[in-house]
């Protein structure tokens, strides 16, 4: 269970609102969407895969 008002809680609203937005510009296609929160300086693998394979929408 996330805390209500939490810093998590926040960034999942933001990616599920990012995700809903993009379906509705994109329509039904399959979305993998990794959010790289870079002010905890996370350096996990998925990251690199995430820079070689994927495609940046800002």
Excluded: R
């Amino acid at each position: 269970m996330i805390p209500y008002g939490s810093l998590a809680q926040e960034w999942i609203l933001t990616k599920i609102d990012f995700l809903c937005k993009l379906k509705e510009k994109i329509g039904d296609q399959k979305i993998d969407a990794i959010l790289n929160i870079n002010s905890l300086n996370y350096n996990l693998p998925i990251y690199e895969i995430e820079k070689s394979e994927g495609v940046k929408i800002v």
